[in-house]
């Protein structure tokens, strides 16, 4: 039995994470999505939003499970005897980062691993914040994001202009 994590913001979940998700999930019995709950980061979707999306953007496959943890990343893997970290790589840019978090891991949990899977190319430049910068100035994201999350994209959009 192997059981992955893959933990991130997801705020909003885009295809490039989706893409991650779907190869991610063959490799593996289980894989959890760990949706990060920071209180200190202001956030575009709730965290109860950002879980829904991302439960009905992967509710296609059959292995998933969709968590919510605050804190380290490597208890949340224990707590669902995950022992894979799963991270995406895009650009060179994500390189430093993702060895930073990957090595301070190691170093706390020697028992989880870090796996990176390359990002497709074609959502290579795709992340969270392009898509929120797009919907900041009302432009199509259709091409970025799984249709439910156009969809609360717009609704979001609807209720600031209620304001
Ligand atoms: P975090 O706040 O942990 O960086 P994100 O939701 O931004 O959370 O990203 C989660 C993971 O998904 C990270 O490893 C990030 O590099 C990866 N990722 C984000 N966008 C893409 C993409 N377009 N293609 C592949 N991996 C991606």
């Not at 709950?37 to 829904?52: D, G, M, Q, S, Y």
């Not at 490597?74 to 390189?95: E, H, M, P, T, W």
């Not at 929120?132 to 156009?150: G, H, I, R, T």
Request: with cysteine; aromatic share 10%; glycine share 4%.
């Amino acid at each position: 039995m192997s059981n992955a994590l893959y933990p991130g913001s997801f705020d909003p979940v885009t295809l490039g994470h989706l893409d991650i998700i779907e190869r991610a999930s063959r490799q593996f019995d289980q894989l959890f999505i760990g949706v990060i709950h920071n209180i200190n980061k202001h956030n575009f979707f709730t965290l109860p939003e950002r879980i829904a999306l991302m439960k009905e953007a992967t509710q296609h496959l059959e292995n998933i499970t969709v968590v919510s943890f605050e804190g380290l990343s490597v208890a949340c893997a224990k707590k669902y005897s995950a022992n894979i970290l799963i991270r995406g790589l895009r650009a060179i840019s994500d390189f430093e980062y993702e060895l930073q978090i990957a090595s301070t891991n190691k170093q706390i949990a020697p028992e989880v691993e870090t796996f990176f899977l390359m990002s497709k190319t074609e959502y290579s430049y795709v992340s969270s914040s392009l898509v929120k910068e797009l919907a900041f100035y009302q432009a199509d994201v259709n091409m970025y994001v799984p249709p439910c999350v156009s969809t609360a994209i717009v609704a979001k959009q609807g209720e600031k202009s209620d304001v």
